[in-house]
Protein backbone atom coordinates (compact mmCIF):
# COMPACT_ATOMS: atom_id res chain seq x y z
CA UNK A 1 0.00 0.00 0.00
CA UNK A 2 2.47 2.63 -1.52
CA UNK A 3 0.46 5.20 -1.88
CA UNK A 4 -2.21 4.97 0.79
CA UNK A 5 -2.54 6.48 3.90
CA UNK A 6 -3.53 5.65 7.22
CA UNK A 7 -5.41 7.15 9.87
CA UNK A 8 -4.68 5.83 13.13
CA UNK A 9 -5.65 5.78 16.81
CA UNK A 10 -9.60 6.91 16.28
CA UNK A 11 -11.08 7.66 19.48
CA UNK A 12 -14.72 6.33 17.87
CA UNK A 13 -15.19 6.12 14.32
CA UNK A 14 -18.38 6.78 12.86
CA UNK A 15 -18.89 4.09 9.63
CA UNK A 16 -22.44 4.11 9.27
CA UNK A 17 -22.52 0.58 8.34
CA UNK A 18 -24.02 -1.53 11.15
CA UNK A 19 -21.94 -4.33 9.62
CA UNK A 20 -19.39 -2.48 10.33
CA UNK A 21 -19.88 -1.92 14.50
CA UNK A 22 -21.86 -1.04 16.37
CA UNK A 23 -25.51 0.14 16.56
CA UNK A 24 -26.98 2.21 13.53
CA UNK A 25 -24.49 4.45 13.31
CA UNK A 26 -22.01 1.20 12.84
CA UNK A 27 -19.56 2.45 15.44
CA UNK A 28 -15.65 1.33 16.41
CA UNK A 29 -13.89 2.33 19.00
CA UNK A 30 -9.93 2.80 19.07
CA UNK A 31 -10.09 1.87 14.81
CA UNK A 32 -8.23 3.13 11.72
CA UNK A 33 -9.38 4.24 8.12
CA UNK A 34 -6.69 3.59 5.18
CA UNK A 35 -7.25 5.74 1.98
CA UNK A 36 -5.90 5.29 -1.30
CA UNK A 37 -6.43 7.64 -4.19
CA UNK A 38 -9.82 9.35 -3.44
CA UNK A 39 -11.29 5.81 -1.78
CA UNK A 40 -11.35 4.46 1.51
CA UNK A 41 -10.01 0.74 1.02
CA UNK A 42 -9.63 -0.63 4.50
CA UNK A 43 -11.25 -0.26 8.18
CA UNK A 44 -10.86 -1.69 11.31
CA UNK A 45 -8.92 -1.71 14.72
CA UNK A 46 -6.32 0.84 15.18
CA UNK A 47 -3.52 -2.27 15.71
CA UNK A 48 -4.37 -4.27 13.01
CA UNK A 49 -4.11 -1.29 10.44
CA UNK A 50 -1.82 -2.37 7.47
CA UNK A 51 1.28 -0.64 6.86
CA UNK A 52 1.33 2.33 4.21
CA UNK A 53 4.14 4.51 2.98
CA UNK A 54 1.67 7.67 5.28
CA UNK A 55 0.22 7.90 8.59
CA UNK A 56 -1.64 10.60 10.16
CA UNK A 57 -1.99 9.81 13.80
CA UNK A 58 -5.51 10.73 15.01
CA UNK A 59 -4.73 11.21 18.86
CA UNK A 60 -7.82 10.13 20.20
CA UNK A 61 -10.11 11.84 18.50
CA UNK A 62 -13.33 11.24 16.02
CA UNK A 63 -13.58 10.43 12.52
CA UNK A 64 -16.70 10.57 10.58
CA UNK A 65 -17.98 10.86 6.89
CA UNK A 66 -17.90 14.21 5.62
CA UNK A 67 -21.15 15.79 6.03
CA UNK A 68 -23.39 15.39 2.57
CA UNK A 69 -25.50 18.47 2.77
CA UNK A 70 -28.57 17.91 0.12
CA UNK A 71 -29.93 21.49 -0.42
CA UNK A 72 -28.01 24.98 -0.53
CA UNK A 73 -28.70 27.90 -2.60
CA UNK A 74 -25.14 28.91 -3.23
CA UNK A 75 -26.00 30.54 -6.83
CA UNK A 76 -26.87 34.24 -5.57
CA UNK A 77 -25.37 37.93 -5.42
CA UNK A 78 -25.90 40.81 -2.59
CA UNK A 79 -27.06 40.80 0.36
CA UNK A 80 -30.13 40.83 2.94
CA UNK A 81 -28.76 41.70 5.95
CA UNK A 82 -31.43 44.41 6.25
CA UNK A 83 -34.49 41.92 6.00
CA UNK A 84 -33.00 39.99 8.59
CA UNK A 85 -32.91 42.55 10.98
CA UNK A 86 -35.73 44.15 10.42
CA UNK A 87 -37.63 40.31 10.75
CA UNK A 88 -35.61 40.14 14.28
CA UNK A 89 -37.16 43.11 15.25
CA UNK A 90 -40.48 42.07 14.50
CA UNK A 91 -41.65 41.26 10.86
CA UNK A 92 -42.30 38.19 9.69
CA UNK A 93 -40.82 36.34 6.70
CA UNK A 94 -42.75 36.18 3.57
CA UNK A 95 -41.41 33.85 0.39
CA UNK A 96 -41.35 37.54 -1.24
CA UNK A 97 -38.26 38.21 0.36
CA UNK A 98 -36.52 35.73 -2.71
CA UNK A 99 -37.38 38.60 -5.27
CA UNK A 100 -34.38 40.98 -3.65
CA UNK A 101 -31.65 38.29 -4.37
CA UNK A 102 -33.55 37.55 -7.48
CA UNK A 103 -32.57 41.17 -8.85
CA UNK A 104 -29.23 41.43 -7.18
CA UNK A 105 -28.23 38.00 -9.37
CA UNK A 106 -29.19 38.70 -12.49
CA UNK A 107 -26.98 42.13 -12.44
CA UNK A 108 -24.44 40.20 -11.11
CA UNK A 109 -21.04 39.06 -13.07
CA UNK A 110 -20.42 35.66 -14.17
CA UNK A 111 -17.40 36.20 -12.64
CA UNK A 112 -19.37 37.65 -9.08
CA UNK A 113 -21.19 34.67 -9.11
CA UNK A 114 -18.68 31.61 -9.48
CA UNK A 115 -16.69 33.58 -6.87
CA UNK A 116 -19.58 33.68 -4.19
CA UNK A 117 -20.05 30.12 -4.59
CA UNK A 118 -16.67 29.07 -4.57
CA UNK A 119 -16.63 31.28 -0.95
CA UNK A 120 -19.19 29.15 0.19
CA UNK A 121 -18.33 26.11 -0.90
CA UNK A 122 -14.51 26.67 0.64
CA UNK A 123 -16.45 27.94 3.94
CA UNK A 124 -18.63 24.44 4.51
CA UNK A 125 -15.76 22.08 3.39
CA UNK A 126 -13.90 23.62 5.93
CA UNK A 127 -16.52 22.74 8.33
CA UNK A 128 -16.85 19.31 7.39
CA UNK A 129 -19.21 19.04 4.70
CA UNK A 130 -18.12 17.34 1.52
CA UNK A 131 -21.10 16.61 -0.24
CA UNK A 132 -22.78 19.58 -1.31
CA UNK A 133 -25.75 19.72 -3.71
CA UNK A 134 -26.73 23.34 -5.33
CA UNK A 135 -29.75 24.64 -6.49
CA UNK A 136 -30.37 27.32 -9.25
CA UNK A 137 -33.74 29.59 -8.16
CA UNK A 138 -32.29 33.26 -8.17
CA UNK A 139 -32.03 33.81 -12.07
CA UNK A 140 -35.75 33.34 -13.09
CA UNK A 141 -35.01 33.97 -16.85
CA UNK A 142 -33.73 31.16 -19.06
CA UNK A 143 -30.63 32.57 -19.18
CA UNK A 144 -30.28 33.08 -15.84
CA UNK A 145 -31.17 30.08 -14.59
CA UNK A 146 -29.09 27.89 -17.08
CA UNK A 147 -25.89 30.15 -16.14
CA UNK A 148 -26.79 29.56 -12.36
CA UNK A 149 -26.54 25.73 -12.95
CA UNK A 150 -23.61 26.34 -15.44
CA UNK A 151 -21.93 28.15 -12.51
CA UNK A 152 -22.68 25.40 -9.74
CA UNK A 153 -21.89 22.64 -12.27
CA UNK A 154 -17.85 23.63 -11.66
CA UNK A 155 -18.73 23.00 -8.13
CA UNK A 156 -20.90 19.63 -7.40
CA UNK A 157 -22.61 16.89 -10.22
CA UNK A 158 -25.58 17.76 -7.06
CA UNK A 159 -27.21 20.57 -9.32
CA UNK A 160 -31.10 21.31 -8.72
CA UNK A 161 -32.99 23.13 -11.58
CA UNK A 162 -35.20 25.57 -8.98
CA UNK A 163 -36.96 27.65 -12.10
CA UNK A 164 -39.99 27.60 -9.82
CA UNK A 165 -38.66 29.17 -6.96
CA UNK A 166 -41.07 31.90 -7.10
CA UNK A 167 -42.74 33.74 -9.47
CA UNK A 168 -40.43 36.61 -10.69
CA UNK A 169 -42.18 40.26 -10.75
CA UNK A 170 -42.60 40.77 -14.55
CA UNK A 171 -44.89 37.76 -14.38
CA UNK A 172 -46.69 38.60 -11.45
CA UNK A 173 -50.20 38.96 -13.26
CA UNK A 174 -49.86 35.73 -15.33
CA UNK A 175 -48.58 32.97 -13.32
CA UNK A 176 -49.55 30.42 -15.34
CA UNK A 177 -47.18 31.62 -18.11
CA UNK A 178 -44.68 31.72 -15.94
CA UNK A 179 -45.33 27.99 -15.62
CA UNK A 180 -45.26 27.67 -19.39
CA UNK A 181 -42.24 29.27 -19.05
CA UNK A 182 -40.18 26.65 -16.51
CA UNK A 183 -41.62 23.86 -18.43
CA UNK A 184 -40.88 24.69 -21.53
CA UNK A 185 -38.12 27.08 -22.92
CA UNK A 186 -36.15 27.41 -19.39
CA UNK A 187 -36.15 23.61 -19.19
CA UNK A 188 -35.22 23.00 -22.62
CA UNK A 189 -32.01 25.57 -21.75
CA UNK A 190 -31.86 24.25 -18.34
CA UNK A 191 -32.26 20.53 -18.37
CA UNK A 192 -28.14 19.68 -20.05
CA UNK A 193 -26.68 21.07 -16.75
CA UNK A 194 -29.20 19.49 -13.92
CA UNK A 195 -30.05 16.33 -11.96
CA UNK A 196 -32.72 17.41 -10.49
CA UNK A 197 -35.73 20.12 -10.52
CA UNK A 198 -37.37 21.38 -7.44
CA UNK A 199 -40.27 23.52 -7.30
CA UNK A 200 -41.20 25.54 -3.68
CA UNK A 201 -44.62 24.45 -3.40
CA UNK A 202 -45.94 27.09 -0.80
CA UNK A 203 -48.69 29.85 -0.29
CA UNK A 204 -47.05 32.83 -2.28
CA UNK A 205 -44.97 30.36 -4.40
CA UNK A 206 -46.23 27.63 -6.27
CA UNK A 207 -49.65 25.57 -6.15
CA UNK A 208 -50.01 22.01 -5.43
CA UNK A 209 -51.47 21.94 -9.50
CA UNK A 210 -48.61 24.00 -10.56
CA UNK A 211 -45.88 21.99 -8.61
CA UNK A 212 -46.84 18.85 -10.53
CA UNK A 213 -46.88 20.08 -13.75
CA UNK A 214 -43.63 21.50 -13.24
CA UNK A 215 -42.13 18.38 -11.84
CA UNK A 216 -43.84 15.88 -14.33
CA UNK A 217 -41.99 18.35 -16.89
CA UNK A 218 -38.94 17.82 -15.65
CA UNK A 219 -39.37 14.36 -15.14
CA UNK A 220 -39.93 13.57 -18.39
CA UNK A 221 -36.37 15.57 -19.32
CA UNK A 222 -34.88 13.43 -16.78
CA UNK A 223 -34.71 15.28 -13.81
CA UNK A 224 -35.57 13.50 -10.59
CA UNK A 225 -37.86 15.57 -8.23
CA UNK A 226 -37.42 16.78 -5.00
CA UNK A 227 -39.32 19.64 -3.48
CA UNK A 228 -39.84 22.22 -1.02
CA UNK A 229 -42.78 21.14 0.85
CA UNK A 230 -44.59 22.43 4.36
CA UNK A 231 -42.50 25.10 5.03
CA UNK A 232 -44.93 27.92 6.25
CA UNK A 233 -48.00 25.76 5.50
CA UNK A 234 -49.78 22.22 5.91
CA UNK A 235 -49.65 22.35 2.08
CA UNK A 236 -49.84 19.46 -0.58
CA UNK A 237 -46.09 19.54 -1.31
CA UNK A 238 -45.13 16.75 1.36
CA UNK A 239 -47.82 14.00 -0.68
CA UNK A 240 -46.96 15.03 -4.05
CA UNK A 241 -43.37 14.57 -3.34
CA UNK A 242 -43.97 11.09 -2.21
CA UNK A 243 -46.78 10.59 -5.17
CA UNK A 244 -44.36 11.80 -7.77
CA UNK A 245 -41.45 9.45 -6.30
CA UNK A 246 -39.08 12.78 -5.02
CA UNK A 247 -35.71 11.80 -3.71
CA UNK A 248 -36.47 14.53 -0.77
CA UNK A 249 -39.42 16.22 0.24
CA UNK A 250 -37.63 19.47 2.12
CA UNK A 251 -38.56 21.53 5.18
CA UNK A 252 -41.39 19.06 6.64
CA UNK A 253 -42.74 21.95 9.21
CA UNK A 254 -46.10 21.69 9.11
CA UNK A 255 -47.52 17.79 8.53
CA UNK A 256 -50.57 16.08 8.89
CA UNK A 257 -50.49 12.89 10.26
CA UNK A 258 -51.74 11.82 6.45
CA UNK A 259 -47.81 13.80 5.62
CA UNK A 260 -46.14 11.68 7.93
CA UNK A 261 -47.86 8.18 6.95
CA UNK A 262 -47.14 9.23 3.34
CA UNK A 263 -43.35 9.57 4.20
CA UNK A 264 -42.89 6.76 6.38
CA UNK A 265 -44.63 4.62 3.47
CA UNK A 266 -42.78 6.04 0.50
CA UNK A 267 -39.48 6.48 -0.78
CA UNK A 268 -39.04 10.16 -0.31
CA UNK A 269 -36.04 11.41 2.37
CA UNK A 270 -37.62 14.19 4.75
CA UNK A 271 -35.06 17.11 4.69
CA UNK A 272 -35.22 18.99 7.85
CA UNK A 273 -33.57 22.60 7.42
CA UNK A 274 -33.19 23.69 11.06
CA UNK A 275 -31.60 27.24 10.61
CA UNK A 276 -34.70 28.37 8.47
CA UNK A 277 -36.27 28.33 11.53
CA UNK A 278 -34.35 29.67 13.58
CA UNK A 279 -33.68 32.46 11.26
CA UNK A 280 -36.97 33.08 10.50
CA UNK A 281 -37.95 32.56 14.48
CA UNK A 282 -40.39 30.05 13.56
CA UNK A 283 -41.53 26.57 15.29
CA UNK A 284 -38.84 23.62 14.23
CA UNK A 285 -40.12 20.81 12.82
CA UNK A 286 -40.92 17.73 14.59
CA UNK A 287 -38.07 15.10 13.85
CA UNK A 288 -38.94 12.77 16.83
CA UNK A 289 -42.45 12.22 15.13
CA UNK A 290 -40.92 11.32 11.96
CA UNK A 291 -38.24 9.75 13.01
CA UNK A 292 -41.16 7.80 15.59
CA UNK A 293 -43.38 6.78 12.46
CA UNK A 294 -40.40 5.09 10.34
CA UNK A 295 -39.57 8.15 8.41
CA UNK A 296 -35.68 8.10 6.96
CA UNK A 297 -34.68 11.78 7.95
CA UNK A 298 -32.07 13.86 6.47
CA UNK A 299 -30.55 17.27 8.22
CA UNK A 300 -28.92 20.21 6.01
CA UNK A 301 -28.19 23.98 6.60
CA UNK A 302 -30.23 25.19 3.66
CA UNK A 303 -27.54 28.12 3.09
CA UNK A 304 -28.73 30.77 1.14
CA UNK A 305 -29.31 34.80 1.52
CA UNK A 306 -32.67 35.01 2.94
CA UNK A 307 -34.00 32.44 5.17
CA UNK A 308 -30.81 31.10 6.45
CA UNK A 309 -27.53 32.40 6.17
CA UNK A 310 -25.50 29.06 7.55
CA UNK A 311 -23.36 26.73 6.05
CA UNK A 312 -22.85 24.98 9.55
CA UNK A 313 -23.89 21.37 9.54
CA UNK A 314 -22.82 20.85 13.21
CA UNK A 315 -24.96 24.00 13.99
CA UNK A 316 -27.97 22.15 12.53
CA UNK A 317 -26.98 18.80 14.38
CA UNK A 318 -27.09 21.17 17.23
CA UNK A 319 -30.46 22.89 16.39
CA UNK A 320 -32.14 19.06 15.71
CA UNK A 321 -30.64 17.45 19.12
CA UNK A 322 -31.93 20.60 21.52
CA UNK A 323 -35.02 21.94 19.43
CA UNK A 324 -36.11 19.26 16.94
CA UNK A 325 -36.09 15.89 19.61
CA UNK A 326 -33.54 14.00 17.73
CA UNK A 327 -30.74 12.40 19.67
CA UNK A 328 -27.16 12.73 19.22
CA UNK A 329 -26.49 9.73 17.30
CA UNK A 330 -29.93 10.31 15.16
CA UNK A 331 -28.85 13.65 14.25
CA UNK A 332 -25.05 12.75 13.29
CA UNK A 333 -26.62 9.99 11.13
CA UNK A 334 -29.24 12.47 9.40
CA UNK A 335 -26.04 15.04 8.20
CA UNK A 336 -24.19 12.12 7.04
CA UNK A 337 -25.89 8.71 5.52
CA UNK A 338 -29.63 11.07 5.20
CA UNK A 339 -28.11 13.27 3.35
CA UNK A 340 -27.10 10.45 1.16
CA UNK A 341 -30.32 9.27 1.07
CA UNK A 342 -31.42 12.21 0.09
CA UNK A 343 -29.36 12.39 -3.12
CA UNK A 344 -29.64 8.36 -3.82
CA UNK A 345 -26.28 8.26 -3.26
CA UNK A 346 -24.23 4.86 -1.58
CA UNK A 347 -20.41 6.24 -2.32
CA UNK A 348 -21.02 8.90 0.78
CA UNK A 349 -22.47 8.96 3.86
CA UNK A 350 -20.54 6.17 5.26
CA UNK A 351 -16.68 5.22 5.98
CA UNK A 352 -16.64 1.81 4.64
CA UNK A 353 -14.06 -0.13 1.95
CA UNK A 354 -14.94 1.50 -1.61
CA UNK A 355 -16.27 4.58 -0.21
CA UNK A 356 -15.51 8.19 -1.32
CA UNK A 357 -12.21 8.72 0.29
CA UNK A 358 -14.64 11.84 2.27
CA UNK A 359 -13.79 12.32 6.32
CA UNK A 360 -13.83 14.24 9.01
CA UNK A 361 -11.43 14.34 11.86
CA UNK A 362 -13.16 16.31 14.80
CA UNK A 363 -11.03 18.40 17.17
CA UNK A 364 -12.96 16.14 20.15
CA UNK A 365 -13.19 12.09 21.27
CA UNK A 366 -17.07 11.35 20.28
CA UNK A 367 -19.48 12.56 17.42
CA UNK A 368 -21.57 13.59 20.13
CA UNK A 369 -19.85 16.88 20.62
CA UNK A 370 -21.06 18.31 17.56
CA UNK A 371 -24.39 18.80 19.51
CA UNK A 372 -22.77 19.05 23.19
CA UNK A 373 -20.21 21.94 22.36
CA UNK A 374 -22.84 23.84 20.14
CA UNK A 375 -21.27 26.54 18.14
CA UNK A 376 -17.82 25.79 18.32
CA UNK A 377 -15.98 24.94 15.35
CA UNK A 378 -14.61 21.36 16.05
CA UNK A 379 -13.54 20.24 12.19
CA UNK A 380 -9.86 19.56 12.53
CA UNK A 381 -9.41 18.15 9.56
CA UNK A 382 -11.46 17.13 6.43
CA UNK A 383 -10.73 15.10 3.72
CA UNK A 384 -12.54 15.71 -0.08
CA UNK A 385 -12.26 12.42 -2.34
CA UNK A 386 -8.78 11.65 -0.47
CA UNK A 387 -7.29 15.29 -0.69
CA UNK A 388 -7.30 17.29 2.62
CA UNK A 389 -8.82 20.45 2.26
ZN1 LIG B 1 -34.28 25.91 0.22
Redesign the pocket.
Known sequence: MTTATAIIDISTLVTNDPSLGEGPLGLLQNAAVVIDGDRIVWVGESSKAPATDNQVDAGGRALLPGFVDS?S?LVFAGDRTAEFNARMSGRPYSAGGIRTTVAATRAASDQDLEENVARYVREARRQGTTTLEI?SGYGLTSQDEARSLEVASAFTDEVTYLGAHVVPPEFADDPAAYVDLVTGPMLDLCAPHARWIDVFCEQGAFDGDQARTILTAGAQRGLTPRV?ANQLTQGPGVQLAVELGAASA?HCTHLSDADVDALAQGDTVATL?PG?EFSTRSRYPDARRLLDAGVTVALSP?C?PGSSFTSSMSFCVALAVREMGMTPDEAVWAATAGGARALRRTDVGRVAPGARADLTLLDAPSPVHLAYRPGVPLAAAVWHGGTLV
Open positions: HHKHDLADN
